[in-house]
C-alpha cells in the first residue's frame, strides 16, 4: 500500500531521528526565526499593512524565546569542552588556544543568556538584563571570531599540505582528495561563522545591519546547521 511505503521509507526514519535531537529541532526554529525576521523586514520596506507583518513579528519573537529555554543548561557542555580542549595534549597550539577560546565563549554567551531568561519571558523583570544580553552578545561575539581565526589557519594548513603532495602517486591523489574534503567542510563552517557574526556585532553596535542582513544571514548559517545535523543522524 501507499501509505505502509510512505510510513516506512527510509526517509522517514531518518527524519525521525533527525527531529529526536535538541539540536535538530533548535536548528529548525531557528531557521523560522531568522527567516521571519528577514521576511517581517522586506515586508515593512515594501509598505505593507501591520497585519501581514505582525505574524513574523511574532514568530521572530516566540521562537526566539522557545529557543532561549531550550539553551538553559547548555553551558555546562561548553565549559567541560574548553576544559578537554585545555587539557589535550600535542596538536597544533593555535588550533588548541582557538578552540578554549571558543568554548569559553560560547559558555559565557550561554550563562549570561540564561540569566536573561525570566526577564525575556516576563516571569521576572529585570533591570539589568539589557546590560547582562549585550554582554551575551560580547561573549557570542568573542567566541565567534575565536572559531573564524580558527577556520582561516586551518585553510593556510591546508594549502601548505596540498603543496607538498605529489599527485602522480595513488598515495597522493588520495591524500589530495582527503585535503578538499576537509577545506570544503571549514569553508562551509567559515560561511556559518561569517553568517553569524552579523547578529552579534549588529546587536553590538559593531556594525549598521538592518533586519534584513542579520535575517538573511542568519538564515543561512541556520540552514547551513540544519543540513550538518540531517548528515549526522543519516
Known sequence: ?????????????????????TIGRDKLLRTLQYFS???AWYLYRTNNPERLIAPFEAIKKQFGLTRKCLRIGKNV???KAAATAMDAKGGDAVLKYCAVGRQLGYAMYLSLDMVTYLDAAGIRP???AKRLQREAYRAWFTGLVFNTVAGLYTLWQLR??????DRKEGEGMTESKKLQRERTATNIQLVSDLCDLTV?????GFVNFD??????????????GVWGVWKKTA
Open 77 to 79: 557542555e561548553h565549559f
Open 211 to 224: 533586519d534584513g542582513i542579520v535575517g538573511l544571514a542568519g538564515t543561512v548559517s541556520s540552514l547551513i
Open 37 to 39: 525576521r528577514f521576511y
Open 160 to 165: 601548505q599540505r596540498e603543496q607538498g603532495i
Open 126 to 128: 529585570s533591570a539589568s
Open 200 to 204: 552579534p556585532s549588529s546587536a553590538l
Open 1 to 21: 500500500m501507499v501509505a505502509d511505503a510512505l510510513v516506512y521509507h527510509p526517509t522517514v526514519a531518518h527524519y525521525l531521528r533527525f527531529i529526536a535531537t
